[in-house]
Every structure is written in C-alpha cells, then in structure tokens.
C-alpha cells in the first residue's frame, strides 16, 4: 500500500505518503491563496523524498472541508485526477477529522472541540471524544460565530489564535498534518474505530463567497 494524502482546507496545502505502517515523508507548503500553484510541486517533493513513483500509490485521500471554496475545489479536483491518471483509489477525510486525530496523537484526551477559520468573522467546528484509544465525532462540523460556540471542553485549532478570549486562548495542532490525515484513512481502511471516510465531495457548510451572476433581464419595449 502507499497512500498519499493532502489537504487544502486551511493555509497551506499539506501533503504526506504513507505505507500502511508508518509516514514516509509529509510537508507543508504555501499560504492561503497559493493552493494551485504549489500543491503538485508539492506531492512530487514529497513522493521524491518517500523514495517513492507514482506507480507505486494505491490510494489517494483528500480532506473534504470544511474550508475555502477555492481550496477546497483545487484540493479534491487534484486528487481525483491523479487517482484516476493512476488507476488508485480516492478517498475523503473531513479535515477536522484530520485535526482531532492529530491533536489527539499528541496527548489529547477526553472531549474537545475543534475549531478552524471559517472567514466572515466564523468559525468551522467539530466535537470529539478519545476514549480507549480511540477517536470519534460527536458533534459537528458546524459554522458558527465565535460567540456562539459552547467552550465548555477544550478548544483546539487556528480559531484559537483569531479568538483567544473566546475560545480559550491559543491551543494547537492549528492547521492540518498529512500525516494524521493519512493515518484516519489508514485506520478506516483496517477497520479500526475512528472517524471515518466520507465521498470525495466539497464539504460546504455555507455558499460559497463568489457565486455566478443571475440571468439578464430582458428589456422589452
């Protein structure tokens, strides 16, 4: 098996392979509006230093969202392409998933929220529990102005750092690891509790900030 993984929904595009046992290589490139211009350069960098070809990837995951319109579209579009040019498998991740599970990697335990920027002064949320090793969604994802999240358990997440005095103050992981993205899809793949994969669909909780114009009226005499 070699999985690559990536995700556009935060800053950056995160991208990482893994083999079923252990990431190979990850890295983290460019800024919230340079998706589209760094995001290929970045799955051959990292498929260069797993020592890894194409040929070798089986399955592709994705995070789905939610985030960005644009990121999000440039993200799932990539990797349905390179899926289907490499005859693999294409799997999506709710990014926040990917976020919860690296948090929870890290020493995380019990309940805690998720929070991510939403834009528009929002915030995009998720609850989650770990308990026996093991992670799951208990609530969300939403969107919701800051004020309206209830912070009765820790928060987690780059929302932190745009509303510490309502979120309770800045905690990490902020953006998404492909590693720990990678990993939700691996432990889904092997039947191992955990969030789970969803379609490679957009997971939009909102409409997007640019929408096409309405038809012309037609002026009549």
């Known amino acids: 098996m070699l999985l690559l993984a990536l995700d556009t929904a935060t800053d950056g595009v995160a991208v990482a392979a893994h083999d079923g046992e252990r ?25 260069r230093a797993a020592g890894r070809e194409r040929r070798d990837v089986t ?20 990797a349905r392409t390179l899926a289907l040019a490499w005859g693999a498998r294409v799997h999506g991740v709710c990014s926040l998933d ?9 020493g995380r335990t019990g309940e805690f929220l998720v929070a991510t920027d939403a834009r528009r002064r929002e915030v995009h949320t998720a609850r989650y529990a770990v308990a026996g090793g093991s992670l799951r969604r208990t609530a969300g994802p ?18 932190t750092r745009l509303y510490p005095d309502v979120l309770g103050g800045e905690q990490g992981p902020f953006d998404v690891d492909g590693g720990a993205l990678a990993r939700v899809v691996v432990d889904a793949l092997a039947g191992r509790p955990g969030p789970g994969l969803l ?13 096409a114009p309405g038809a012309r009226k037609r002026v009549t005499a």
């Open 59 to 78: 399955d592709v995951a994705v995070g789905v969202g939610p985030g960005p319109f644009t990121g999000l579209r440039v993200g799932i579009a990539t």
């Open 98 to 106: 990917a976020l919860a599970a690296e948090a929870a990697a890290r």
């Open 199 to 211: 379609p490679p669909e957009p997971l939009y909780l909102r409409r997007p900030d640019a929408t």
């Open 142 to 159: 939403d969107v919701l102005r800051p004020a309206d999240v209830v912070v009765d358990v820790p928060v987690v997440g780059s929302g």
């Open 23 to 47: 990431v190979l290589a990850a890295a983290r490139a460019g800024t919230a509006r340079s998706h589209n211009e760094v995001l290929v350069p970045t799955v051959a960098q990292v498929l």
